[in-house]
Nanobody, 130 residues
Framework: QLQLVESGGGLVQAGGSLRLSCVASGRGFDLYVMGWFRQALGKEREFVAAVSANGERQYYVDSVKGRFTISRDSSQNTVFLQMNSLTPQDTANYYC???????????????????????WGQGTQVPVSS
């Protein structure tokens, strides 16, 4: 079993920055892709970013490329999402999740669908004011 707890959300003005953290407790953090998803009010949850098990590869949805950075620290069992140049369109509840697999070298990207992730945090809210 793995438990994930997000933190770092909160109200921020457009153009500002936030750093989300997700601490994992239990077994299996180091061996799998970790991802961040978000869900805005009235919308479906969407993939935001993912990082490989060893932290060397990252993948982003186009809307956050160049503004968000995902990273992980295995010594702390933590995955981070640094969010810069935030806009009101980034307003959402942000979730971290652990994938069911690694990131195969034969595939162009990591798991990006909800059903490919086994464990989820409770979410942290990020409202961005204009």
């Amino acid at each position: 079993q793995l438990q994930l707890v997000e933190s770092g959300g909160g109200l921020v003005q457009a153009g500002g920055s936030l750093r989300l953290s997700c601490v994992a407790s239990g077994r299996g953090f180091d061996l799998y892709v970790m991802g961040w998803f978000r869900q805005a009010l009235g919308k479906e949850r969407e993939f935001v970013a993912a990082v490989s098990a060893n932290g060397e590869r990252q993948y982003y949805v186009d809307s956050v490329k160049g503004r968000f950075t995902i990273s992980r620290d295995s010594s702390q069992n933590t995955v981070f999402l640094q969010m810069n140049s935030l806009t009101p369109q980034d307003t959402a509840n942000y979730y971290c999740a652990r994938a069911m697999s690694g990131w195969s070298r034969y595939l162009p990207g990591p798991p990006r669908l909800d059903r490919e992730y086994a464990y989820w945090g409770q979410g942290t809210q990020v409202p961005v004011s204009s």
